[in-house]
């Protein structure tokens, strides 16, 4: 058997588990795969807080000093 992990849009999601239950497939529902670990959030939380601070450079910036532009 496999596995298959899809991400539906709310419009997709009614069609998927519609075609899953006609055609006798079992499947569950997890909402909470969804959910990023807390290391990940506080990550996240301190690059937004550097961004606040001016703590950042554009995206141009960054080739320029990698040599790729």
Do not use: C, W
């Not at 006798?24 to 959030?41: A, T």
């Amino acid at each position: 058997m496999s596995t298959y992990i899809v991400t539906p849009t709310p419009d997709q999601e009614k069609l998927i588990a519609d075609f899953l239950e006609e055609q006798h497939i079992s499947f569950i529902k997890d909402e909470s795969i969804n959910d990023l670990p807390q290391h990940v959030l506080d990550g996240i939380a301190r690059g937004r807080a550097e961004i606040a601070a001016g703590n950042f450079i554009t995206h141009e910036e960054f080739k320029k000093r990698i040599g790729v532009v």
